[in-house]
């Protein structure tokens, strides 16, 4: 039977999210369904900002960044209210199903919204990789490659002034990016919220290392670890101080959100949403897609949000071995 479909994007944006949306939408259309496409996350669900996506409308957004459909953070959508709004809004449009891409965040509204009888449908789109039921997020590939290329650049100019770059990069509760940049770019080290570090010892380090006859190092620093009171730039000044070395920081910020997804990004996202329509035609409900040694799967939402998620410990030590 005919479903209509809702599709949208929540949280913060990843490369491969659009890819994802064409993929779960043609997907749809060419199994005979409709698909309705919701603007900004659950605060459009809520206000009701949504239309009817055809196969062209989705024409051309494979190789962008960022959301077609936008994306928004909805408090309104934790409460009950918010909730019924847009339950009544989805009534409204004829959505009988709804697929979301975003976070953890996302999953517990999903949750909510499957409780009071919508079933949902989850793809795992964040660049952190930080989704604790899943291998893989969409836009982690991209994100990591866009920091590596700018982790490039920097060390051109860091090797010909003898400093050490200290370079913040986006993890909030996971050192992933981190850990595979600092790996990529032969850093010093990787501070991250997974690992125990000690800054003294870094710099002594540094020192040997300098003592040595090595000119240039990198610091990779993830969100995760720094507050007010613990900058980069602290970090940049503290290492400074103890080796002598003239050290900078650089925080790459939302840049690692943009860009053109890579191949393996936009695969990832065709497979994932395609998945995703056919867990709800063959009347599957409230499942969160997932990858698991590298095959894709599906666990029950709230299963998936009590998962727990790896750390590469080993890459970790390993980085830390060579950087000699
Ligand atoms: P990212 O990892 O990129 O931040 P996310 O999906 O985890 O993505 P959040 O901002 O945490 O991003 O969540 C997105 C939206 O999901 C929130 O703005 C809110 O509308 C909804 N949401 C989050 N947590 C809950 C919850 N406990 N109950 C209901 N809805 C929630």
Redesign the pocket.
Known sequence: MAMTIGILT???DAPGMNAAIRAATRAAIAKGHKVIGVRR??QGLIEGDMYELTARDVSDILHRGGTMLCT???KE??TQAGLEKAMQNCKSAGIEALIVI?????Y??AL?FSRLGMPCVGIPG?I?N?IVCTEYTIGFDTAQNTALEMLDKLKDTEMSHNRCSVVEVMGRNAGHIGVNVAAATGAIDCLTVEVPYDLDDICHKIIEQKNAGKTHFELIVCEGVVHDDFTSDHIAKYIEQKTGVTSRATVLGHVQRGGAPTCFDRVMALKMGYYAVELLVNGQRNRIVAVKNNKIVDYDIEDALNMQKGYDEKLHSVLRVLSI
């Open positions: 929540s949280g913060g996350g659950y928004a953070r909805s959508f934790t975003g976070g953890d965040g996302t517990r509204g909510d964040t952190d930080d």
